[in-house]
Each structure stands twice: as structure tokens, then as C-alpha cells.
């Protein structure tokens, strides 16, 4: 009987030690198990953040990419003189209403990073006066940015030239006195030419030929030896022989003179150089009609 008892406590003991072996063994298990799930978890985490970067830079890369493609697609599509004619077309139409710009004439001058619109009527409506600009406009080549210029041979501070008021014969003997060094003249040429002094500060410029001829311009950049820089335009001329031009896009300082080369039906050039004289207030706009 005694046996018996002792074997019995024998095997509660044992029985004992294995269930404690085998919760510890399950703590053990679980606290493993704990540490793996956090281990993959901030594998996973760090996986995550690196993908992440890693697209952010992708998508940098792209942007980047894109934007240098846009700047070299916008250096090689430059804004032509027609699309820069229907610029101001739709500006004029945007801020005055619908209206006929699209019948009237444009002269379109290339200045560098800008070009200059002036428009006109080809055909004046008044034989006095001729063809006069109706309004100008300046259009930014990259951004297509219109902005009006405020200059015209109507503005209430032109200055008349005084050829306006010089009988024929006196123009004619103007004219003489300003025809260039060296060169000769056709007679012919003088019938109706008036072109005025220009001062430093002139931006705006109206003279008159024979209509039917044609003009360039060049301005005098040395004296000695002489040297001319041509513009790069030629003025429009109306049925009667009047033109306009702007000159706000040049530095006329420590410039001499305006030389103005006239073709026509003659055995060669006319040419005349026009003084330019020292900034004087009032001389901004330069007109020869009364």
C-alpha cells in the first residue's frame, strides 16, 4: 500500500515538471514569435520606405527630364511673325469686342526677344493725311505676352516739323543740303520728300517719299572711318508716300546720323543722312502733316 502511494507521487511530480516544461517552452515559442513578427515587420517597413524613395526620385528624375524637354521644345518652336500678327489680333478683339483687325494691315519688326505690330489702314480715308498707324503692339516671343505701345502720329504732343510748312522750292534746297557725302541725286526725287530731323529721345518717326518708292534705313555707329548699321525693317508705305516708324527700340545716343537710301525709278540710290541732335523735350514724336 505504501508502494502504491509513493508511485503515485512519483508520477504527479513528473507530471508536473512536464507541464511546466511545456509552458515555458510555450512562452518561449511565443516570444519568438513576437521577435520574428517585429523583425518582419520593420524589414518590411524599411522595404516600404526604400520603394518609396525610390519612386519619389523616379518621379523627380521625370520631372526633371520633362522639364528640360519642354524648355528645348520651346527654344525650337519660336513664335513666327503670323502667329505673332494673330496674337494681336485676339488681343485687340479681347479688349476692345469683336472688330475688323483681320482687314487691316500689320507690320511686323523683329526685335531680338520681342517683335513690334503696327497696324494701319492700307488705303486712307482722308488724301490729306495718308495711311496712319492705328495702334502698335509689342509681343514677347516665349510667353506671347501683348502689350500695348502708346506712341502715334496723332498724339496731342507730336511735334510738326517745320518742312510741313516750307514752300516747295525751300524742301527742295532742304533736301539738297542733306543729300549723303559723295553721292548724287535725281531731282525727281524730291517732289514730295520731307524727312525731318531726329533728336535722341525721338521714338517716333513720320516722313514722306515719292509714292511707289521704297526706303531702308541704317544708322551711323562711327564718323571715322564711317560705318552704318542697317535696321532690320523697312517701313510701310501708304498710296501717297507717307511712312512711320518707331524707333523706341533703338539707342540713338552718340549716333550721328539716320541715313535713308531711297530706290525707286532712278539710275541708283538716293541717299540722305538725316542729323540726329541732342534729346530735346517735345521731340519724342516727329510728324509732316499739319
Known amino acids: 500500500m505504501k508502494k502504491v502511494f509513493l508511485f503515485s507521487t512519483l508520477i504527479l511530480l513528473l507530471s508536473a515538471c512536464g507541464n511546466n516544461e ?7 515559442n511565443e516570444l519568438e514569435s513576437e521577435q520574428t513578427s517585429e523583425i518582419t515587420d520593420s524589414n518590411q517597413t524599411q522595404e516600404d520606405a526604400d520603394v518609396e524613395e525610390t519612386e519619389a526620385e523616379e518621379d523627380s ?13 520651346q527654344e525650337d518652336t519660336e513664335m513666327t511673325e503670323e502667329e505673332a500678327k494673330e496674337k494681336v489680333i485676339a488681343y485687340i478683339n479681347e479688349q476692345s469686342g469683336p472688330t475688323e483687325a483681320e482687314s487691316y494691315n500689320f ?5 531680338g526677344e520681342v517683335y513690334t505690330a503696327s497696324m494701319y489702314t492700307s488705303v486712307s480715308t482722308d488724301e490729306t493725311k ?21 506712341v502715334g502720329p496723332y498724339d496731342p504732343n507730336t511735334a510738326t516739323s517745320e518742312i510741313a510748312s516750307m514752300s516747295e522750292e525751300e524742301r527742295k534746297a532742304h533736301h539738297q543740303e542733306l543729300v549723303a557725302e559723295g553721292e548724287s541725286i535725281d531731282e525727281s526725287v524730291l517732289e514730295q520728300l520731307m524727312l525731318p530731323g531726329v533728336h535722341e529721345n525721338t521714338t517716333f518717326y513720320e516722313g514722306r517719299i515719292n509714292a511707289g518708292d521704297t526706303v531702308e534705313l541704317s544708322l551711323a555707329t562711327a564718323d571715322t572711318p564711317p560705318e552704318y548699321e542697317e535696321l532690320e525693317f523697312s517701313p510701310d508705305i501708304d498710296t501717297e508716300g507717307y511712312f512711320t516708324i518707331s524707333l523706341s527700340p533703338y539707342d540713338l545716343t552718340n549716333k550721328s546720323v539716320l541715313r535713308f537710301s531711297i530706290q525707286g525709278e532712278y539710275s541708283n540710290e538716293q541717299i540722305f543722312d538725316i542729323p540726329i541732335f541732342e534729346a530735346q523735350e517735345g521731340m519724342e514724336n516727329i510728324g509732316v502733316r499739319e
Open 22 to 28: 511545456t509552458a515555458e517552452t510555450d512562452e518561449t
Open 61 to 73: 528624375s521625370e520631372n526633371s527630364d520633362s522639364d528640360l524637354s519642354d524648355e528645348s521644345n
Open 107 to 111: 507690320n511686323i519688326v523683329d526685335e
Open 130 to 150: 495718308g495711311a496712319p498707324i492705328i495702334s502698335m503692339h509689342e509681343i514677347n516671343k516665349t510667353t506671347g505676352e501683348v502689350k500695348k505701345i502708346e
